[in-house]
């Protein structure tokens, strides 16, 4: 059994981590931390954990030495400590943004400040399973992955990966998401009069995420426009992208059908009854699935390529247990299985 | 037991025996209807289905 805690297991993401790991046949939890819940039990924090566990938060800086440590900390945090964190497991898998860029300059433009731990950026492996299963196999340190990014990727990777995208034209993606990305602490944007029945467009360009995008896909011109919508749970990405001249749907759904086929929580979803007819993020509330899926313009050259996922899950902690899954030699879905619910 | 593609997304299809001309079958990759229109060679024609904009 592996031995597994959590440093900042409070927040949506930690708890998310929580639920699946409690479930997960081949861990065991050792430890869990929140400075804001230091002592109290985590099903206090986490009411959908009540009966499963009667762990309590503990205090960060009494963490032992454990097997794999999930960092589930705000952004910031893990590379202030992360020699320490070292010094406590030989696997470490940080779901911030902290290590998800490669460059110390990337991090400086996107997040605005300089990186406080620039020497350990080469050392993450970038925890998206279907761009880099193999080195997470072989990884000690794995950076989680930004939901938007997370969406925008998988939405782009059958195109990128059969080279049919027209570089010469930009690739402009839509992402609609739920409040849970924001996090488990409020803000004014956040207060329920303010954020029930948005449709708001918060960023037009510049997210952050699109760094990762840009990073793990190689492609330069490419925008990312956030709008927060009416769900808690859920993350919409709609690319516009130009294919090159002659492709043809075929060759779409060979591409498409091919990711698929490599990646057990990839689905295509492109169907001709029912309602479900493309990809959406309701169905997969609770699920490691992303769904994606497309449809061509064959006179123009237009597609329009959808990815839908549960931000909590495949855009955070369900990709980290995936990864973990590959860092101890597990079968990657062990633990993950689970497909979601209708109606919801 | 004759195999042919998907007109639609070119998958390949396996036609039962006793599949017969004239019938409707499903893609079990992209879920089009796909008509039967001859079995020696083996081929398909897409099938009308409906259209709908599910109520919006």
């Known amino acids: ?344 | 037991m004759a195999s042919v593609s998907c007109n639609e997304c070119a998958a390949d299809i396996i036609l039962a025996d006793g599949t017969e001309v004239n019938e409707i079958i499903v893609c079990p990759e992209c879920g089009v209807d796909l008509e039967v229109i001859s079995l020696n060679p083996a081929k398909l024609e897409m099938a009308p289905m409906e259209e709908e904009d599910w109520g919006e």
């Open chain 1, 1 to 344: 059994m592996t031995s597994v805690s959590i440093i900042g297991a409070s927040g949506f993401g930690g708890g998310e981590l929580l639920r699946l790991l409690l479930a997960h046949p081949g861990v065991d939890i050792k430890q869990v931390t929140s400075r804001s819940h230091m002592g109290e039990y985590v099903y206090q924090v986490h009411p959908n954990l009540r009966k499963q566990t009667m762990l309590k938060f503990s205090d960060p800086s009494q963490i032992e030495a454990v097997d794999v440590l999930f960092l589930a900390q705000p952004h910031g945090k893990a590379q202030q400590n992360i020699t320490h964190y070292a010094s406590l497991a030989k696997k470490i898998i940080d779901l911030s943004a902290d290590f998800r860029l490669r460059n110390a300059d990337d991090y400086e433009q996107w997040y605005g400040e300089p990186h406080t731990a620039p020497d350990w950026l080469g050392k993450f492996v970038y925890g998206l399973p279907e761009l880099h299963r193999d080195e997470l196999a072989n990884a000690n340190y794995v950076s989680g992955v930004g939901c938007n990014a997370t969406a925008s990727i998988l939405a782009l990777l059958p195109l990128v990966k059969a080279d049919l995208i027209d570089l010469s034209a930009s690739v402009i993606i839509e992402i609609k998401v739920g409040s849970s990305e924001s996090g488990a602490l409020g803000n004014i944007g956040s207060h329920h009069a303010e954020r029930a029945s948005v449709i708001r467009t918060f960023s037009a360009f510049g997210h952050r995420h699109t760094a990762e995008v840009i990073q793990e896909l190689g492609l330069d011109n490419i925008s990312l426009t956030m709008t927060a919508v009416d769900l808690v749970r859920g993350v919409l990405a709609t690319a516009h992208v130009q294919v090159r001249s002659g492709v043809k749907n075929k060759d779409l759904w060979k591409a498409y059908r091919s990711i698929a086929k490599e990646n057990p929580f990839v689905r295509v979803v492109k169907e001709q009854r029912g309602i479900y007819r493309v990809p959406e993020p309701k169905i997969l509330a609770g699920s490691n699935y992303a769904d994606i899926g497309f449809e061509l313009d064959e006179s123009t050259g237009h597609i329009v390529s959808i990815c839908a996922i549960d931000n909590l899950m495949k855009g955070s902690a369900g990709s980290a247990v995936q990864c973990m899954n590959l860092m101890l030699g597990l079968e990657e879905n062990v633990g993950l299985e689970f497909a979601g619910l209708h109606p919801i």
